[in-house]
C-alpha cells in the first residue's frame, strides 16, 4: 500500500542513507531502517471538490504535527556514543586518519561500555525502574537525591528539594528523558562505576589520540574546541529529536564552557584506570607529540631562532625526558600520562634561561639585549617587542571572538516545564536585543569562522604576517666557542626553591611566588601560557619539574624559603 504513494520517492534517508520509506497514519513519511520522520506527505486524493474530475492535491511541506509523547526510549550511553561520533567525525575532517575514529576510539568506547557494566556484558546497568542498588547496599532503596550534582555539566545547581518536586509534580521530568538518567546524577554512583559526562568525552578523544600518536595534544584539541571545529557547547543539539532531551536528565549533555586543560587531563588519567589499558604505543623521536618535534613546532610559532632547537634537544638529554620510557603511558610503570605540549613549553623556557637568564638584568645587559648592527643576530630586545605586539593583537581578536560568539542554542535544556519557559522567554528577548544590534553595527551578529591551524601566529614577509621572521637569526649574543664546544655567556642560574610537596595537601605555589619572579619569566611565561591555553600555575610547576630532573642530585638536600630565588653556576660558562 505504501509504495504507491513513496514509488517517486527516491532521497536517501538523512540519519541511515537508506531508500526504503513508509507512510504513517498521520500521512507522514518515515524510514522503515531506522524510523526516521521527515517532513514530507503523501499525495491525497480530493473528492470533496468535483466527483468527476478525479483532481490530485498535494499537501504543502509543513512540519511534523504529531509525536509519541516521550519520543522513543533510549540510554544515556546512546546521546554520548553519538555526541563522540560526531567529534571524532569532525576530527577526521580536520585532517585526522580515519583509523583514530574506526580502529581506536570506537575499540576505547566499546570497553568503556564494558568496564562500566552498560553494554557487552550479561547484566548491563540499566534502571527503568528508577531505582538503584547501591554497591555496598543489599537492598534495593530508592534513588538518593541528596546526591545529585551538576557539577559535571558546567550549569548551574539545582537543590535537592526542587528536583524532587519537579519529579513527584508531573511526568514530566523523567518520563520525558533517558531511562537511565537517574544512575548519572546520583553523585555516589557515578563516581564507583566512572560513568560518562560531557567533560570526560573529550578526555577519551585525547586518550585516543595519545593511543593513535596523532599530531595533536591536548591543548590543540581543547582550542579546536573553542573554536567551534570540533562539537562541545550544545553538541546535544545533533541529537536526533525522537531522543526527547527535556527533565533533569537533559542537564546530562548540557555544557555550557570548554573544561581547562588541567581538569580534562585528570579526566583522561582517571578514563585509564577504569578501562584498564596496557601500555601505549611507545613515543619515539619520530612521533610529532616527542619534546624534539614538539619544541621545535613552538620555537617556529613564537619566531625564535633555530639556532636555539639544539640547545632545547640538549637540555633535554641531561632531563632525563628524551627516553621512550618517560614518554609512554604505562598503567603499571609509568602510570601518569605525559602532558606533551606543557613539557616541550617548559624545555624551552629553562633552556632560555639557561642563554640569556631571564632576571631582569642579564637579558637586557648581555648580548641578548644590545642591538645588532650586521643583522644577522638574534636580538632578544628586537623580539620582545615584536612579539608583545602580535600578542596583544591576537588577545584582542580572540576576546572579540569570545564575545560575538553565539552560545545558546534553539534545542534549550531545561528541569522542568517552568524553567523551560523561562528560558524560552530570555531567549526571545536576547533574539529581539541581537537583531537590534545587527541592525545597528555594520557588521552582522555572531562571529566569522576562523580555520584551523596549529600556529598562533604568522611570520613573514607576505600580506597578513604578524611581523618579520627572525627564524634564521644567529645566537652569536649569548653562545661562545670553548674548546670547540659551545657554552652559554650567561655564567648563573637562578631558580625557585626546587623541594617537593605533597600532592594531596599542597596545592600549586605559583600566587605565592609571582611577585618575587622576575618580570621577564612571567611575561615569557604568559606567553606560552597563550600559545596553549593553560593556566601560568599549571606551566610553572611543569618548569620546576624539568629544573628538578635537571638539578636532581644537587637539590635533594636542599630546602629554603619559596620565595626567595637560588642561584647557580652554570658549569663550563665563560663569564
Not at 556484558?121 to 534502571?127: E, W, Y
Not at 596496557?278 to 619544541?295: E, R
Not at 562571529?447 to 601566529?457: D, K, L, N
Request: charge should be positive.
Amino acid at each position: 500500500m505504501d509504495d504507491e504513494y513513496t514509488d517517486g520517492f527516491r532521497e536517501p534517508c538523512s540519519q541511515c542513507s537508506a531508500v526504503d520509506w513508509g507512510v504513517s497514519d498521520e500521512g507522514c513519511f518515515y524510514c522503515k531502517s531506522c524510523h526516521n520522520v521527515i517532513e514530507r506527505t503523501r499525495e491525497v486524493e480530493d473528492r470533496a471538490v468535483t466527483p468527476s474530475s478525479g483532481r490530485i492535491s498535494t499537501v504543502s511541506r509543513t512540519p511534523r504535527t504529531k509525536q509519541p509523547e516521550g519520543g522513543r526510549q533510549w540510554m544515556v550511553c546512546e546521546g554520548f556514543q553519538m555526541i563522540l561520533r560526531n567529534q571524532a567525525s569532525a576530527l577526521v575532517q580536520l585532517g585526522v586518519s580515519p583509523r583514530f575514529k574506526d580502529d581506536v576510539l570506537c575499540q576505547l568506547w566499546r570497553l568503556y561500555l564494558q568496564k562500566t557494566g552498560q553494554a557487552y556484558t550479561r547484566q548491563p546497568v540499566r534502571s527503568s525502574q528508577f531505582k538503584l542498588r547501591f554497591p555496598d547496599s543489599g537492598s534495593d532503596s530508592a534513588t538518593d537525591w541528596s546526591g545529585f550534582s551538576t557539577a559535571d555539566t558546567n550549569g548551574d545547581s539545582m537543590t535537592p528539594s526542587t528536583v524532587r518536586s519537579d519529579a513527584d509534580s508531573s511526568d514530566w521530568s523523567l518520563a520525558s528523558g533517558p531511562l537511565d538518567a537517574v544512575c548519572y546524577r546520583v553523585r555516589r554512583l557515578k563516581r564507583s562505576r566512572g560513568l560518562m559526562g560531557m567533560r570526560r568525552t573529550l578526555a577519551l578523544l585525547h586518550l585516543a589520540l595519545v593511543w593513535s600518536r596523532e599530531p595533536l595534544t591536548l591543548s590543540d584539541l581543547l582550542r579546536l574546541v573553542s573554536d567551534g571545529h570540533v562539537p562541545y557547547i550544545n553538541a546535544h543539539q545533533d541529537l536526533p529529536r525522537e531522543m526527547r532531551l527535556q527533565g533533569p536528565g537533559a542537564l546530562i549533555f548540557r555544557a555550557e564552557k570548554v573544561p581547562p586543560h588541567q581538569e580534562v587531563h585528570k579526566e583522561a588519567e582517571s578514563l585509564i584506570e577504569v578501562l584498564q589499558l596496557p601500555a601505549f604505543p611507545p613515543i619515539t623521536c619520530q612521533s610529532v607529540l616527542h619534546p624534539a618535534l614538539l619544541s621545535l613546532r613552538y620555537l617556529t610559532d613564537l619566531n625564535l631562532p633555530d639556532e636555539l632547537h639544539p640547545w632545547v634537544c640538549r637540555l633535554m638529554g641531561v632531563a632525563g625526558m628524551a627516553d621512550e620510557t618517560q614518554l609512554t603511558c604505562n598503567r603499571l610503570t609509568h602510570p601518569a600520562l605525559p602532558r606533551y605540549d606543557l613539557q616541550a613549553a617548559a624545555l624551552i623556557i629553562v633552556t632560555m634561561k639557561l642563554l640569556f637568564g631571564l632576571d631582569d638584568h642579564t637579558e637586557w645587559s648581555g648580548g641578548g639585549g644590545h642591538p645588532d648592527t650586521s643583522g644577522g643576530v638574534f636580538d632578544l630586545r628586537a623580539w620582545y617587542r615584536l612579539l608583545q605586539v602580535a600578542l596583544t593583537r591576537a588577545q584582542q581578536r580572540k576576546e572579540r571572538r569570545t564575545a560575538r560568539k553565539q552560545w545558546k542554542t534553539d534545542r534549550l535544556l531545561s528541569a522542568n516545564k517552568k524553567e523551560r519557559i523561562v528560558m524560552m522567554k530570555k531567549k526571545r528577548v536576547a533574539d529581539q536585543v541581537r537583531l537590534c544590534f545587527e541592525k545597528l553595527s555594520s557588521r552582522p551578529a555572531g562571529i566569522e569562522r576562523v580555520a584551523p591551524s596549529s600556529f598562533r601566529f604568522c611570520w613573514g614577509d607576505e600580506e597578513g604576517a604578524d611581523g618579520p621572521s627572525l627564524h634564521l637569526k644567529t645566537l652569536d649574543g649569548v653562545v661562545t666557542l670553548n674548546q670547540d664546544v659551545q657554552t652559554p655567556l650567561n655564567a648563573t642560574y637562578w631558580h625557585p626553591a626546587l623541594r617537593r610537596c605533597k600532592a594531596r595537601s599542597c596545592s600549586s605555589h605559583y600566587a605565592e611566588v609571582e611577585p618575587t619572579l622576575p618580570r621577564s619569566f612571567v611575561w615569557l611565561l604568559q606567553l606560552f601560557c597563550f600559545l596553549l591555553g593553560v593556566a601560568p600555575a599549571i606551566l610553572y610547576e611543569e618548569v620546576l619539574t624539568v629544573e628538578r630532573r635537571v638539578f636532581s642530585r644537587r637539590s635533594r638536600s636542599r630546602g629554603g624559603s619559596r620565595t626567595r630565588l637560588q642561584h647557580r653556576r652554570i658549569p663550563g660558562a665563560t663569564s
